[in-house]
């Protein structure tokens, strides 16, 4: 062919070319951006430190203010001549508009901008530009990619045959309006249908460039790729097209590109264009629209560099100019624009209630498993790794006490410690175990406790899928390590939930289409490597945890989860509310805890339900949990019953116990086991010495002694009725059960020691913050204010001044003219009669000096007391802090 197309493909590369063009890279050349930001930021804080509370009159000032002038909402400026910024595009917009802005886009709320000027800056920064653009869906983000290959500005009949291309798309052109509204919305774009622009730092972003392809797939424009060719080669290029020759190069690149956008005169250009030239530019028209040539190019290649159709990007480059690949796309800038969102393909339809019964069952076993965790930890967990978490071997012990996979122990265990339910507690030698918030969680009905774990996982950054896989430095990554917070997991939760509710009740979505559409919502999020991975599989574990949890009934949406999602996001208190709320729903659905159990002859016993807690924790210290489920059964062994006496219960209770609390006769094997088990319980004592064994029986110590699995703890006779031992008491004891013995503990004294679980818990722990992936949403009380401090600081830094004498103003420029004591005592008062409004230069207590517009009402006592449009409020200044004041041409309000 002659020429091979570098890079990838249009198809491989649409995803990862988003990513890179908003991926933040080296400030711009441009040195008016790269000054702005700085420059804007100390501005902003000192004129904050300004501003601040020590400006308030000191003690002495008489109480009595006037009241503020009532709020005021600026509405719309009427129609009038077009913006030539974007600060004078925002201070067009009204209250409203501005708010969604500071919604849509909170980081410009940090701090809160002095004036329109300075929020047009911020919002222009890179940072903050490419998190704005990576919240655009496809289309508006494919829009926003237009507009950075369409002229500067450009008119909206422009656009839409950017993206429409010359043969119309009905679907495009309808979502185009909203688009274009979202992008102006959040200060994206500016200005008026008919000259549309991007801010400047998303055109650069957005823009092709050798380094950062456009996902367009489009290139240079003929002025920019003819711009390092002489003057001769272009007028080479001119005739060979059969245009006439030009005066100068700006002409003659003009002529190219005039011929290059006429369909007409194109279309005849490329009628004589050999096959094989035109299946070269079939192979570059969708991008990339680079190509390698040799140094003698094929006949193909040359005619087409010759014409112009080709133009070198270098020694061995050649590109395709922007103006010949939307002719041969038929003037569409993206191959297939996306203007509507995917939809969500239902897999499976149930009725509701078989949804949320099958989720009542998994609520139901969310909290038990979790306490079933905590309660093997009750003693002392296992140790902390030097680096934070927990040890594979340990994580490998807790799947197996729980009888599932080292996934799923990993996911109980982030949620226990996510709920603020187990912790670490920091001792020297540190370990893990149950905080003394979970005492109190234990306390709480079942719906109640299975809603704290529920709004955890919603809200929770911490993501258990990441274990076991490795960090950035190849690294593993542990179970309640440091490094598994995810900031985009509550997002992505909130965003598939929210997707599942969408759908019909008791309707599961398809997999496949959930994640087309969540990609559509969020292309730069899941644009590339690690990204997409990332994204998609928060979305495909937040489908399986929430089946886990029970928010989910088979793949479906339950009563109860569209209770706990409510209106997403939320504050923590709204979260809190919503969860009461699912648990109010969810409690009609779990079963009333029963107070009975069937006892079996195969010294078994079921449960029928849920058993109440007092029951249930009697029930785990005599009997062995064989099975759960429906059901759960419990097992009686020796050992069991060994434990029971060995916590202060004796024969006598048990018996009563089981006695009182089965619904069929105890039976006889049951009852033997029991008695036998307390008969030979506590015949052995051991204590410290080492630790020894004492026995009122001679014949039953020469069986240990002579035992051979006894040599192990090193037992010799010290009488006829005592043994010592080298190894410590709970070591014997353990060792002297395994030799099918049932010894007792006893203390110096001499009597039995009664053994219960220990309940070692952590010092008071909080539970820990979700790390947040940006700044806050704020809400509409802070939005308000927001609003209104931006107003009066534009107010302030745009009011029209009178102008002052140079000799008395003592600066040059725009500076505030400094006055002397009796002429800004006497300015004022007279503003004080009039009830007009000056300007003052004012210094604070810490030196911060500020510019502000306030209306005198009242000069006394060294003091003047006014309305501050600076800060929307009434404030009182000292006046020997006033360094100088000039009338306003005009009352600002």
């Given at each position: 062919m002659g020429t091979t197309p570098t890079g990838t493909t249009q198809s491989d590369q649409s995803d990862s070319a988003q990513s890179g063009s908003a991926r933040p890279g080296p400030a711009p050349a441009d040195p008016e951006q790269a000054d702005a930001t700085p420059a804007d930021a100390e501005q902003a804080d000192t004129a904050q430190a300004a501003t601040a509370p020590t400006d308030a009159a000191p003690t002495g000032v008489p109480a009595s203010t006037p009241a503020p002038p009532p709020a005021r909402t600026h509405a719309p400026a009427p129609a009038s001549a077009p913006p030539r910024t974007l600060a004078e595009a925002l201070r067009a917009r009204d209250d409203a508009s501005l708010a969604a802005?500071?919604?849509?886009?909170?980081?410009?709320?940090?701090?809160?901008?002095?004036?329109?000027?300075?929020?047009?800056?911020?919002?222009?920064?890179?940072?903050?530009?490419?998190?704005?653009?990576?919240?655009?869906?496809?289309?508006?983000?494919?829009?926003?990619?237009?507009?950075?290959?369409?002229?500067?500005?450009?008119?909206?009949?422009?656009?839409?045959?950017?993206?429409?291309?010359?043969?119309?798309?009905?679907?495009?052109?309808?979502?185009?309006?909203?688009?274009?509204?979202?992008?102006?919305?959040?200060?994206?774009?500016?200005?008026?249908?008919?000259?549309?622009?991007?801010?400047?730092?998303?055109r650069e972003l957005l823009t092709p460039s050798p380094q950062h392809p456009s996902p367009t797939g489009l290139g240079p424009t003929v002025a920019e790729a003819t711009s390092g060719m002489s003057p001769g080669r272009i007028q080479e290029v001119i005739a060979a097209t059969g245009l006439p020759s030009t005066h100068d190069a700006v002409s003659a690149v003009a002529a190219l590109t005039g011929l290059f956008t006429d369909r007409r005169r194109m279309a005849g250009l490329l009628d004589t264009a050999p096959a094989e030239a035109l299946a070269v530019l079939d192979r570059l028209v969708w991008g990339p629209p680079y190509g390698e040539v040799s140094a003698s190019p094929a006949p193909p290649v040359r005619w087409l560099r010759d014409r112009g159709l080709l133009l070198p990007a270098s020694a061995r480059t050649v590109v395709l100019p922007r103006e010949v690949a939307l002719h041969l796309r038929g003037g569409r800038a993206h191959r297939h624009p996306?203007?509507?969102?995917?939809?969500?393909?239902?897999?499976?339809?149930?009725?509701?209630?078989?949804?949320?019964?099958?989720?009542?069952?998994?609520?139901?076993?969310?909290?038990?498993?979790?306490?079933?965790?905590l309660k093997s930890w009750n003693g002392g967990g296992p140790p902390v790794l030097r680096a934070g978490g927990l040890s594979v071997r340990d994580l490998k012990r807790t799947a197996a006490a729980l009888d599932?996979?080292?996934?799923?122990?990993?996911?109980?265990?982030?949620?226990?410690?996510?709920?603020?339910?187990?912790?670490?507690?920091?001792?020297?030698?540190?370990?893990?175990?149950?905080?003394?918030?979970?005492?109190?969680?234990?306390?709480?009905?079942?719906?109640?406790?299975?809603?704290?774990?529920?709004?955890?996982?919603?809200?929770?950054?911490?993501?258990?899928?990441?274990?076991?896989?490795?960090?950035?430095?190849?690294?593993?990554?542990?179970?309640?390590?440091?490094?598994?917070?995810?900031?985009?997991?509550?997002?992505?939760?909130?965003?598939?939930?929210?997707?599942?509710?969408?759908?019909?009740?008791?309707?599961?979505?398809?997999p496949e289409s959930l994640l087309a559409r969540l990609r559509w919502e969020r292309p730069l999020r899941g644009a590339s490597g690690s990204a997409v991975d990332l994204r998609a599989r928060l979305a495909l574990w937040t489908l399986n945890e929430a089946e886990l949890l029970?928010?989910?009934?088979?793949?479906?949406?339950?009563?109860?989860?569209?209770?706990?999602?409510?209106?997403?996001?939320?504050?923590?208190?709204?979260?809190?509310?919503?969860?009461?709320?699912?648990?109010?729903?969810?409690?009609?659905?779990?079963?009333?805890?029963?107070?009975?159990?069937?006892?079996?002859?195969?010294?078994?016993?079921v449960a029928p339900g849920p058993l109440l807690r007092p029951l249930a924790e009697t029930l785990s210290v005599l009997a062995d949990v064989e099975s759960k489920g429906g059901a759960t059964v419990y097992r009686f062994t020796p050992g069991s019953v060994r434990r029971a006496l060995d916590a202060g219960r004796a024969a006598s209770d048990l018996h009563a116990f089981l006695a009182r609390h089965s619904r069929t006769p105890v039976p006889q094997p049951l009852t033997y086991l029991i008695d036998d088990v307390a008969r030979r319980h506590g015949h052995l004592r051991v204590g410290a010495a080492s630790s020894y064994v004492r026995c009122d029986d001679e014949t039953v110590l020469g069986e240990i002694v002579a035992d051979?699995?006894?040599?192990?703890?090193?037992?010799?006779?010290?009488?006829?009725?005592?043994?010592?031992?080298?190894?410590?008491?709970?070591?014997?004891?353990?060792?002297?059960?395994?030799?099918?013995?049932?010894?007792?503990a006893e203390s110096a004294d001499g009597d039995v020691l009664i053994t219960r679980a220990g309940a070692y818990r952590t010092p008071p722990r909080t539970a820990p913050v979700p790390v947040p992936e940006g700044p806050p949403v704020p809400d509409a009380t802070l939005l308000a204010a927001a609003v209104r401090a931006i107003r009066a600081g534009d107010t302030a830094a745009t009011v029209a001044r009178k102008e002052q004498p140079s000799a008395a103003s003592g600066g040059t420029g725009g500076d505030l003219p400094r006055t002397s004591a009796a002429e800004t005592l006497a300015t004022v008062q007279a503003a004080a009669m009039t009830g007009s409004a000056v300007w003052i230069g004012y210094v604070n207590a810490d030196g911060a000096a500020s510019q502000r517009v306030i209306a005198p009402v009242r000069v006394e006592g060294g003091f003047v007391t006014g309305y501050d449009h600076t800060a929307d409020e009434v404030r009182t200044y000292p006046l020997h802090r006033i360094t100088g004041v000039a009338e306003l041409a005009e009352d600002p309000a």
């Open positions: 802005l500071l919604r849509a886009r909170p980081d410009l709320l940090g701090p809160v901008p002095n004036d329109l000027t300075q929020l047009a800056t911020r919002a222009g920064t890179r940072a903050s530009v490419v998190r704005a653009l990576e919240h655009l869906d496809r289309f508006a983000l494919q829009v926003a990619e237009a507009l950075a290959v369409a002229p500067d500005p450009a008119p909206y009949d422009v656009l839409r045959a950017l993206l429409a291309g010359d043969d119309g798309d009905a679907a495009v052109e309808r979502a185009l309006p909203g688009a274009v509204a979202t992008l102006r919305e959040q200060a994206v774009l500016w200005g008026d249908d008919e000259r549309l622009r991007l801010v400047r730092t998303a996306e203007p509507d969102a995917p939809l969500v393909a239902a897999r499976t339809e149930y009725r509701p209630q078989v949804v949320d019964n099958a989720a009542a069952a998994q609520a139901l076993g969310a909290p038990a498993t979790v306490e079933d965790l599932t996979t080292e996934q799923l122990a990993a996911f109980w265990l982030e949620l226990s410690y996510g709920a603020g339910l187990l912790a670490s507690d920091g001792e020297a030698d540190e370990r893990y175990c149950p905080t003394p918030t979970y005492d109190e969680w234990l306390e709480g009905p079942p719906a109640t406790r299975w809603a704290l774990l529920a709004t955890t996982w919603l809200a929770g950054t911490r993501t258990s899928g990441l274990v076991g896989g490795q960090d950035a430095k190849g690294r593993t990554l542990s179970a309640l390590g440091p490094e598994l917070d995810r900031s985009a997991a509550p997002e992505v939760r909130r965003r598939v939930l929210a997707l599942l509710a969408a759908l019909p009740d008791g309707t599961s979505p398809d029970g928010v989910t009934g088979r793949g479906a949406l339950t009563t109860h989860g569209r209770a706990l999602i409510g209106e997403l996001p939320g504050s923590p208190a709204e979260l809190a509310l919503r969860g009461a709320l699912a648990a109010q729903r969810l409690a009609p659905l779990l079963p009333e805890p029963v107070d009975h159990v069937l006892l079996q002859a195969d010294l078994t016993a051979k699995r006894s040599a192990a703890l090193g037992v010799r006779r010290l009488a006829p009725t005592v043994l010592a031992a080298r190894v410590d008491p709970a070591e014997l004891l353990d060792g002297l059960r395994q030799m099918g013995y049932a010894p007792a």
